[in-house]
């Protein structure tokens, strides 16, 4: 099963990327709220692709009753694939360039109940004895009870019956064969998760699963209840950082979130600021746009800094009662209500920083100022500083991290083709320490894939090898002897080329080449390049069993030269 999990950090992102030069993971996706699905294809194309989000969450597609509130989409009435934000044809050809894009569709899955009309649906068909015959409230108390009963009187389908089963399957099955790659299971907590799993053990191909249980203290169904089947959702994170970043404690408190008893695992958790309900329902006690403090941003910049769980961005629309519905307008413009929260720097850029910092899933470099300012580092792969006091925090930290100039993300954007940053930078020395001066009520991050001066295209979003290419002749390649002097290590360490080329990584050091070290301290090797093509490269440290550690680079400008059409020979040193 693909599970986007703990098992994400150590998978490739896009399947289209050459040995050579393989892209950063893909570690963290956006729920686009009741977007049109023209409007999720562009977004996909034009932003998430290039940004390195993983995939979307979209709302219920399934044909649902009429109303223009946004629980309408949680009434189903079929399983044809209509509704306000499309057609079915709109839909397939949003997963198709959404795919294309890298960029994966998952699901919102209504699957424990249909509409609240009499118990006779005949579209799929379903008649009575397809469903529970419990009407009462659920008693919270009872599993039988949260089990069997209508939710909010829903009609509570009997997925114990194979009929049941297998016209669900049939639907999820008609997603996927569209391309879908997952699904959000709503209300699971109000299936068994035996029901659950016969309906995934129907699925073709192995869809992502990730399952809505709302845990509660002393309730007889539980979030890990459900882990066997697949990833739950973990509201304890939510409702932890809904009190913390609304400053009704210290955020030093949460220095060891995601470790408490009673937590989901991180391998099993999905992580989020808000959803679509408790931004809703429970605004008072959830980070949403509405609160002050800039808590929306830094809360999810410490989801996707902190290495916990699978994350997932919350991006809505605004709303001044429970109800209300969408904005008529596109989502994509971005106007007239819709929020577009995922497009803010500070967490669209975030994305990047999970993405370059998974190979190291933990925290170092830890600091607090013992109330609201916080700082940690991923294991000399990135660095992030919170600051949610009330006045600038200016201070010198111990980053962990090679020395170099950084791109501080929350306050720019990072050219990774170019190597160039639009806003301040952050200097690390030959110590690992640096200097953040961070606003208050804001943040700043720094990390290996954000250096200025240091090209690399697929640290970003993008597929590698589409850019820095230089100018190929198409004759035939020619051996290129490299050579890096100085090239002093440790045991674990050796020195590696790498470039704007395919064939030399394309500035990502997990594709570099590694020299040999016949004449240590002197490494050489003998690379064969394509002829007639300007090349940019580097000599490269870092450790053989870990791409993203003891990494230290060639310093000055990038070397260059033309390869022309015969072999060739090329030194440089540390």
Known sequence: MRYFSAMIFLSLALATASPAAQAVPRTAFVHLFEWQWDQVAAECENFLGPKGFSAVQVSPPQKSINGSQWWTRYQPVSYSIEGRSGSRQQFADMVSRCNAAGVDIYVDAVINHMAAWDRDFPEVPYGPNDFHTCTDNIDYSSKWSIQNCDLVGLNDLKTESAYVQGKIADYLNDLISLGVAGFRIDAAKHMPAADINAIVQRLNGEPYIYQEVIGAGGEPVQASDYTWVGDVTEFNFTNTLGHYFKLRGPLKEISNIGSWQGWLPTEDAITFVANHDNQRQNTDNTVTHKDGNNANNMAHVFLLGWPYGYPKVMSSYDWSDHDQGPPGSAAGNCDNGWLCEHRNRAIANMVAFRNNTADYFGVTNYWDNGNNQLAWGRGGLGFVVINMEGSDLNRNFQTGMPAGTYCDIIQGDFDYDAGTCSGPTITVDGNGNASFSVYLRNASAIHMGARVGVPCPSCGGNPPGGSGGGSSGGSDPVNVSFSCANGYTYWGQSVYVVGNQDELGNW?????????????????????????????WKCLKREENNSGAGIEWQSGSNNTFNTGTSDSSQSAGF
């Open 508 to 536: 990502d050091p997990a594709g570099a080449r590694v020299l040999d070290a016949s004449n240590y301290p002197t490494w050489t090797g003998t690379i064969e390049l394509p002829a007639t093509t300007d090349v940019e």
